[in-house]
C-alpha cells in the first residue's frame, strides 16, 4: 500500500511538475532568484547592472527542451539535444560583462545552440550575429528568434571558425565552445579597440577563458580570466 502511494505521489509530482506548465510570475520569481544566485556566486567579480536586467529579462525556459522548462532557472548546464548544452548562467554573466558591451555595438557570436546567449546579448546590443554549426539547432534558435521577437539577431548555419567576413569588423566576438587556439579568421574580424573571449583548450582537459584584446594599434593581448568547461569546437580546422 505504502508503495502504491509513493508510486502515485511521485506520478503527480511529474505530471504536476512537468506536464503542467508554470505560470508567467512563476517562472519571473524563479528568473529573479536565478539572477540573485547568479550574483552571489560571481563573488568579486559580480555582472553589471546592464546584464543583469538583460538575464532578468531573458526567458531561460523558452530556450530548453519543453520537459526541462522546470529547471531552466537552476544555476546549471542543461542538455539541449544533438550532444550540447545551454551553458552555465553563472557563465552566460560572466562572459556577457567580460565584454563590456555597448548600446551601439555589432556582436558576432559562435556556436548559437539554444539561443540564450545570444538572446542576452541581444538585450544590451543593438546588431547580433551568431553562427552555429548543428543545422537543426541552428534553425530551431532561427525561429526562436522570430517568436520571440529579437529581430536584431542574424542567424547562419555553418562553421564559425570563420567567421562572418560579410558583416565584419565587429565590436566583441564571443565564442561559446572550446578551440585548440584563437582563430585567426575571428582575430581578423575583430575591431581594433575589440574584445574577444574564446575557451581554449583539449577536450575533456582543463580548459580556460581566455580574452584577446585588439589593441588600437592591432597589436593583440590576452588574458586567462578562469577555468571553464564548454563542448569542443567543431570542423576541420
Ligand atoms: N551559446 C549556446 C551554448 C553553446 S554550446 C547557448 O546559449 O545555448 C556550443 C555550441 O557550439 C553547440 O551548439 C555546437 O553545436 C556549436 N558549435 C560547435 N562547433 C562550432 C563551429 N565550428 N561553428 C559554429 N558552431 C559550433
Known amino acids: ?99 563590456k558591451l555597448k548600446k551601439d ?11 540564450y546567449q545570444a538572446a542576452v546579448l541581444a538585450e544590451i546590443t543593438k546588431s547580433v550575429y551568431t553562427i552555429e554549426i548543428i543545422e537543426p539547432l541552428g534553425n530551431e534558435a532561427a525561429r526562436r528568434f522570430q517568436s520571440l521577437g529579437y529581430d536584431n539577431v542574424k542567424t547562419r548555419i555553418g562553421d564559425g571558425y570563420y567567421g562572418w567576413p560579410e558583416a565584419a569588423p565587429f565590436d566583441a566576438i564571443l565564442v561559446t565552445a572550446a578551440a585548440s587556439h584563437v582563430p585567426p579568421p575571428l582575430l581578423k574580424q575583430l575591431k581594433p579597440g575589440g574584445r574577444m573571449l574564446v575557451p581554449l583548450g583539449a577536450p575533456f582537459m582543463t580548459q580556460y577563458l581566455m580574452l584577446v584584446e585588439k589593441q588600437p594599434d592591432g597589436s593583440v593581448t590576452t588574458h586567462q580570466i578562469v577555468p571553464v568547461r564548454f563542448v569542443p569546437l567543431r570542423g576541420g580546422h
Open 105 to 115: 555595438d555589432k556582436v558576432l557570436e559562435i556556436g548559437t545552440g539554444s539561443g
Open 1 to 99: 500500500m505504502n508503495r502504491q502511494f509513493a508510486a502515485a505521489a511521485f506520478g503527480a509530482l511529474i505530471y504536476f511538475g512537468c506536464v503542467i506548465p508554470l505560470s508567467a510570475a512563476e517562472y519571473e520569481a524563479l528568473r529573479r532568484k536565478m539572477v540573485r544566485e547568479v550574483i552571489v556566486a560571481s563573488g568579486n567579480s559580480p555582472p553589471g547592472a546592464s546584464v543583469v536586467a538583460a538575464m532578468e529579462k531573458v526567458e531561460r525556459h523558452r530556450f530548453v527542451p519543453a520537459w526541462l522548462s522546470i529547471f531552466a532557472y537552476r544555476n546549471h548546464p542543461l542538455p539541449i539535444g544533438h550532444g550540447q548544452t545551454i551553458s552555465q548562467p553563472l557563465i552566460v554573466a560572466r562572459m556577457t560583462d567580460l565584454l
